[in-house]
């Protein structure tokens, strides 16, 4: 049964009690949760965060189970996804607003990239955090959305009751156009936005988010597809080319942690005693680099900064020698040589640089030192496939550490207080 605030909850051997703050005993019904034991077990993996990292192939493939059409084709006269979202909602977009904290946040920026260049949306992502106390001034026809896996993270819920609040205030073109990604339906968020995009990750235990992040990317790519379908801003060929490449990532994403969990282990070794990291992207990667730096700093605690690959020079750089690896997502498409140009800047400087990439070692000799080879894939699709390497190093570096992946120092897996 879901508490909502101003009451409280007394466990008893035989069941639990529910009041309100003066003490009245109140009637709740419960609900069933859809969940069985097995979900919270280990299944056979040393930490919870390494069973989510390998579940992320079927979160995503219960995703497009779920939401693509299985029928769709370049000339379907229906939309290759359904969401179930009303037409109020997403009809008429001027700007997309996106409010998160943390990991959610970096999913947002991917969100971001793909709302922008593929839905032809003007889109900003705060950190819930700022924007409670420096709202950005009203548009009509804006779409906000809060990301929180949890649905509880207390900033992020704040953000959207202010925004709720103010538009409420307002009449016709401001009318308040609230949407929610959460994995948890059930949650404060729920109960607060209207409209949800369910996520449907399982639960998540390890303090660091995986799969429910990867999640977060597919409801971006699907609100993507159906705001490029309503306002015709990308070609069908485009479209079925971008349903395709989703299709396949499950397999490939099988087939990054079947060739590389034993050589990043073993790679892991050689950061035990490292005491600093960059992580260089570009483009709809860049949230990434942020991703893989957030990912080591909270569970290996490592310090780690994730910067965009042409920031380097203005600062950053600075700070390389041979005791800073640097990592760098190199994938073909828009940025490609430019990222590449920067990690040979990197190199210059004696960094280790450590490449996520589909080049093969021939190719990639001249700018890495070490490989960690993902399929060639879509742009687009890419951050899909190019976090996990990343993951996986962080989750192995702070296992030769000894230290506690699940429940790192200081964190808690949601944050419910300001
Ligand atoms: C992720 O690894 C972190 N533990 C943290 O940054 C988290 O993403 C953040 O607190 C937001 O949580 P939410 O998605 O539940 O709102």
């Not at 003066?22 to 040393?46: A, D, I, S, Y």
């Not at 989510?52 to 299985?70: F, H, K, W």
């Not at 156009?177 to 369910?198: F, K």
Request: hydrophobic fraction near 40%; proline fraction near 7%; include cysteine.
């Amino acid at each position: 049964m879901p508490l909502e605030n101003g009451e409280l909850a007394r466990l008893t051997p035989t069941g639990v009690e529910v009041y309100d703050f003066e003490g009245h005993r109140l009637r709740k019904t419960p609900r069933t949760l859809n969940w069985n034991p097995v979900m919270v077990e280990k299944q056979g993996f040393k930490h919870y965060m390494l069973k989510e990292i390998y579940e992320q192939p079927g979160v995503v493939r219960t995703c497009l189970e779920d939401y693509l059409r299985a029928d769709w084709e370049v000339n379907s006269p229906f939309s290759p996804v359904q969401l179930n979202l009303d037409a109020s909602l997403l009809d008429n977009l001027q700007h997309v607003q996106i409010v998160a904290c943390g990991t959610s946040w970096h999913a947002s920026l991917v969100g971001k990239y793909l709302l922008e260049q593929v839905a032809q949306v003007p889109t900003s992502v705060q950190y819930a955090s700022e924007f409670r106390y420096a709202p950005p001034p009203l548009l009509p026809n804006t779409l906000t959305i809060g990301v929180t896996q949890s649905g509880e993270t207390a900033d992020t819920l704040a953000a959207l009751e202010m925004e709720l609040k103010r538009r409420q205030g307002l009449e016709g073109a401001f009318e308040p156009r609230l949407l929610g990604i959460t994995n948890r339906p059930e949650s404060s968020l729920g109960h607060l936005v209207p409209h949800i995009i369910d996520t449907r990750a399982g639960i998540e235990i390890g303090v660091a988010a995986t799969k429910t992040f990867v999640a977060q990317l597919m409801a971006f790519y699907l609100l993507t597809l159906e705001l490029a379908w309503r306002r015709q801003s990308c070609d069908r060929p485009r479209l079925m080319e971008l349903v395709t490449g989703l299709r396949q990532l499950p397999a490939q994403m099988e087939q990054i942690l079947e060739s590389q969990e034993r050589y990043i282990e073993a790679l892991s070794h050689d950061f035990a005693e490292t005491q600093d990291f960059i992580f260089l992207g570009r483009g709809i990667n860049f949230p990434i680099a942020l991703e893989g730096a957030l990912k080591l700093k909270e569970i290996s605690y490592i310090h780690a900064e994730g910067y965009p690959a042409g920031e380097m020079k203005h600062g950053p750089i600075a700070l390389l020698d041979a005791k800073v690896p640097v990592v760098t997502i190199a994938m073909p498409g828009s940025v490609f040589e430019k990222v590449l140009s920067n990690a040979q800047e990197a190199r210059a400087r004696d960094a280790r640089l450590i490449g996520v990439t589909p080049l093969d070692e021939a190719e990639a000799q001249h700018t890495f030192d070490n490989l960690l080879p993902v399929p060639e894939v879509d742009e687009l699709l890419s951050p899909i496939l190019t976090v996990m390497p990343l993951q996986l190093l962080a989750y192995h570096i702070a296992a030769r550490r000894g230290l506690d992946v699940d429940q790192p120092r200081n964190l808690a897996k949601s944050v419910t207080v300001e």
